[in-house]
């Protein structure tokens, strides 16, 4: 049972352009939502979240936008670099303290200069 | 952001044996540490939960024999991988966090991975 699902395994933009991933989910008691980066062979590194009480949460370049009632949140990076191409999850955690992440399969970001 | 150390980062070892991967936080309390599987193109998947001083939490369809995990102090928590095989090959990451403050930043910190290689 996928609760949070990244439809789109990979995406291709020109650099300077804006780039948009996409993520939906089931449970409608999360809490909060996330976006983590990931080079291969290395750990995840958190870039920007939202609670599920906002609709829009804005760090330079990046952008997460919450629609509650499509279950869809989407991450703008804007304008892209080519040091952006990565793998990006997108994660949610639940109501209750365990600090517990769902991730998303992932989504290959290139950028292309 | 917080520090997490995760040791080593990349081991090979013959099918039959153990392998220990250590998960450290280094500037803070971790409470809790997570510990997450991801084969290749795949999304991380959760393994277990370790609190500290407490047997951990293993997700559904995990083998609690297999993977054994300690989390002994705030700041150490170990995965072993106990008679490897082949199909254990994947790439092991750990995140801590720590549970007791106040959630104002919802982000983890994760170690920078494990590959393990089983032949």
């Known amino acids: 049972d996928q609760q949070v699902k990244q439809n789109s395994p990979s995406l291709s933009v020109q650099e300077g352009r804006i780039s948009i991933l996409n993520c939906d989910y089931t449970?409608?008691?999360?809490?909060?939502f996330l976006w983590y980066k990931k080079y291969p062979a290395e750990g995840p590194t958190f870039l920007i979240s939202i609670s599920s009480i906002k609709d829009k949460n804005e760090d330079g370049r990046f952008t997460v936008f919450l629609n509650k009632s499509a279950k869809h949140l989407s991450l703008h990076i804007v304008p892209s670099q080519p040091g952006d191409s990565a793998v990006y999850f997108c994660a949610a955690i639940g109501s209750g303290n365990t600090g517990k992440l769902i991730f998303g399969q992932g989504t290959t970001l290139q950028v292309k200069p | 952001g917080a520090v997490v150390s995760q040791h080593p980062s990349w081991v090979i070892c013959k099918s039959g044996t153990s392998v220990k991967i250590e998960c450290r936080s280094l500037d803070f309390q971790a409470t809790t540490m997570f510990w997450y599987r991801q084969f290749p193109k795949q999304s991380l998947m959760l393994m277990a939960t370790s609190n500290e001083g407490s047997k951990a939490t293993y997700e559904q369809g995990v083998e609690k024999d297999k993977f054994l995990i300690n989390h002994a102090s705030l700041t150490l928590s170990t995965l072993t991988v106990t008679s490897a095989h082949p199909e254990d090959s994947s790439f092991y990451i750990c995140s801590a966090r720590n549970l007791r403050q106040k959630i104002t930043n919802t982000e983890a910190f994760f170690g920078q991975g494990t590959r393990l290689t089983v032949v």
């Open positions: 449970n409608s008691m999360f809490d909060y």
